[in-house]
C-alpha cells in the first residue's frame, strides 16, 4: 500500500532498519582504523620519548604495535556470545571512540580460526 505525500511510508514506518550493519568491514574503514591505531601508537612513542613515568605508559607499551599486529588482532575482536567467538571491529558500538584490545585472550588463540 502506498500513500503520498505525507503519509508515503518509509523504511522506519515499515519496520526496517535505517543503520544497516555491513557483512564485511570495508577496505576505507579498515585503513581508518590502521590510521587511528597508528595515532595512538604514534603518542604512546611520544610519551615515552618524554621521559614521562606512568602504570598506564607501561601497560600501553607492552602491548604491540600496529605494524607488529596480524589482520586478526587488527580487525577482529573476542565475542564470547558470537559463534566462532570472534566478531569484526565493525560490529562493536562505537568502536572508533574506544580502545579495543590488540590481542585475543591468551587461551582462546587456538580456539579461533580466521581465514
Do not use: C
Not at 576505507?28 to 613515568?53: F, H, M
Amino acid at each position: 500500500m502506498s500513500f503520498l505525500g505525507a503519509f508515503r511510508s518509509t523504511a522506519v514506518q515499515m519496520g526496517g532498519r535505517l543503520n544497516k550493519v555491513p557483512w564485511r568491514l570495508p577496505a576505507t574503514r579498515k585503513e581508518n582504523a590502521r590510521k587511528r591505531l597508528r595515532a595512538v601508537d604514534e603518542v604512546v612513542l611520544t610519551l615515552r620519548d618524554s621521559g614521562v613515568q606512568l602504570k598506564a605508559l607501561d601497560q600501553a607499551l607492552a602491548r604491540p604495535l600496529e605494524t607488529e599486529m596480524n589482520a586478526r588482532n587488527k580487525y577482529w575482536v573476542f565475542a564470547r556470545n558470537h559463534p566462532g567467538l570472534k566478531k569484526g571491529i565493525h560490529k562493536v558500538p562505537k568502536f572508533t571512540k574506544t580502545e579495543l584490545p590488540r590481542e585475543f585472550p591468551a587461551g582462546i588463540k587456538s580456539l579461533i580460526k580466521i581465514k
